[in-house]
């Protein structure tokens, strides 16, 4: 299947001469674009059976709507794919009837639609859903470790090396503590604090799932028909949320695409800063 894959980046122009030995260039409405069926274009320095990529859900759909087909690449490429959910599902209820089954409901069906992506390392933290601003901070008010805690804690125990997070340019409030939180985290589990060995996470992408991203994807990714054609069936998994189905079929209508944005590491120079401006 990996033969099948095509992937493109959009670069600028120092970046152009780096991965043009990836795939061919072209242009587009004035920006470079490299394409080819090199997964370098999406994961630069890419190491096979070294990826460890870590796709982070605000809810147990997210991560089959807005990468479902990069997480199937993942593993056509030889990585790792965890799939780590940050919230309970308790609101995703559709009648009174399952209010108090939900959630195991809605975890046996995030597990069936996650076989069907050959991924079966799922990662709970179950947080209450609809209120993770009471958990998105270091530790809760009761004393015991928060959100970011947590989440650094899973990306160290996994040494995760790339992350893929739903863009917070979206009203719920889940999906903006969760990019948050996993900016910060990013960062965090690259170094000691909170005990722990650090792990190296070499890209964070941003993956949109209802809304578009607020500056343009520099990465899309289309898929072969086999992975398409799992991603619905996945995105079908979850058929106690009735409105499942429209969502299949615009991503149906849509194709076997995927785009993403790549979100720098920070790097504040001072001195770059000045240079740059005065």
């Not at 958990?135 to 040494?159: C, Q, S, V, W």
């Not at 995927?258 to 005065?278: T, V, W």
Request: some cysteine.
């Amino acid at each position: 299947m990996a033969d099948t894959w095509n992937f493109r980046r959009r670069v600028n122009d120092e970046e152009a001469d780096r991965f043009s030995r990836h795939g061919q260039i072209f242009f587009k409405e004035g920006k470079t674009v490299v394409s080819g069926s090199d997964i370098n274009l999406v994961f630069p320095g890419w190491k096979g059976e070294e990826e460890h990529v870590l796709f982070v859900a605000p809810h147990d759909d997210d991560n089959h709507l807005g990468a479902g087909l990069l997480s199937q690449a993942v593993s056509s490429f030889g990585g790792q794919a965890y799939f780590l959910v940050v919230t309970d599902g308790r609101n995703g209820f559709c009648t009174q009837e399952e209010k108090s089954l939900i959630y195991e409901i809605r975890k046996n069906e995030n597990i069936a639609a996650s076989r069907i992506l050959g991924i079966d390392r799922i990662i709970r933290l179950d947080y209450e859903d609809g209120n993770l601003a009471v958990y998105n901070t270091i530790t809760t008010p009761d004393g015991k470790p928060g959100f970011h805690m947590e989440l650094t804690r899973a990306m160290r125990e996994f040494g995760v090396t790339r992350v893929i997070v739903p863009t917070f340019n979206y009203d719920h409030p889940d999906h903006k503590y969760t990019n948050e939180a996993v900016r910060i985290c990013v960062f965090h589990a690259g170094t000691d604090i909170w005990g722990g060995r650090p792990t190296d996470i070499r890209t964070l992408l941003e993956s949109a799932v209802y809304r578009p991203f607020i500056l343009p994807p520099d990465i899309g990714i289309v898929s072969p028909q086999e992975a398409f054609t799992n991603k619905l069936k996945s995105i079908h998994a979850f058929a106690s949320q009735k409105q499942i189905k429209s969502l299949a079929d615009r991503v149906r209508k849509s194709g076997p695409y995927e785009n993403f944005l790549s979100i720098p590491a920070p790097d504040y120079s001072p001195g770059k800063l000045f240079d740059r401006y005065f």
